[in-house]
């Protein structure tokens, strides 16, 4: 589909579309003009972006310029779903991309937190995708993580809320449980011991995930993978 042909397919697209879907629709339309060796496909639930990405990116001086070939999978529940991002001409050795060349971008947590606070495919783009696409250039010649690398499955994931959010791993077992079961309450006290109530502290990251129903199981998903796994951990120790 030629840049015009999908210029006039966004145009009828954006025709009874609620304020978000018009952004979403408008901001593939500046993803495609910027990438014209991009393509679209439009499904009944999602919009696949696909083709040659081309690249010039900048980080402390060093810059990563080339092309990959990459497929963008957007939910047209956007940003209530996250977007995934495929990659079919990596490097084999690096971690973080799957058998069917999905990648995995961030944490489960470190997304969603990003998204609702930055309701902005493009925005995501810069942020996640175009990260992703610097750090796989950097390995290439490297054979290392330019932006240091977070373990890859559970343990990187429980990573994020250790280590970006200050918590241990029973505070964040508390998180789990109090969005499992609905029981938010800003006047409470802070899971993190902080003595702050919680709505001025840890709140903005919990409330999120009790707000949005998809959000929610999203969480929950990563949630039980991280105790699962984390429990097995700690059973293999305790019986050395």
């Known amino acids: ?31 495609l003009e910027n990438q014209p060796r991009l393509t679209l496909i439009e499904s009944a639930d999602e919009y696949t972006i696909q083709g040659e990405y081309r690249y010039s990116l900048d980080y402390n001086c060093c810059i990563a310029q ?13 940003p209530n779903c996250i977007p995934e991002l495929f990659i079919f001409d990596s490097p084999k050795d690096i971690e973080h991309i799957y058998q ?19 309701k902005s495919l493009v925005a995501f783009v810069e942020r996640f995708v175009h990260a992703f696409l610097y750090t796989l250039d950097w390995f ?18 429980l990573e994020y809320y250790l280590d970006d959010l200050g918590l241990t791993t029973e505070q964040y077992r508390k998180m789990a449980a109090m969005i499992y079961f609905n029981q938010y309450r800003g006047h409470q006290s802070c899971i993190c011991g902080s003595g702050k109530r919680l709505r001025d502290c840890h709140g903005q990251y ?6 949005n129903d998809e959000y929610k199981q999203e969480f929950l998903k990563e949630a039980s993978s991280i105790l699962t796994e984390d429990n097995t951990h700690e059973n293999r120790n305790s019986s050395k």
């Open 206 to 211: 919990i409330l999120p995930f009790i707000k």
């Open 1 to 31: 589909m030629n840049f015009s042909k999908i210029q006039r397919k966004l145009h009828q697209l954006n025709l009874g579309k609620s304020s978000m879907s018009y952004k979403l629709v408008s901001e593939i339309e500046s993803i």
């Open 66 to 78: 080339g092309e990959r070939k990459i497929k963008l999978t957007v939910n047209k529940k956007f």
């Open 100 to 118: 069917n060349g999905k990648v995995c971008l961030a944490t489960i947590g470190e997304l969603i937190c990003f998204i609702n606070e930055n």
């Open 140 to 157: 290439e010649k490297y054979k290392t993580y330019p932006f240091g690398d977070r373990k890859h499955g559970y343990k990187g994931a």
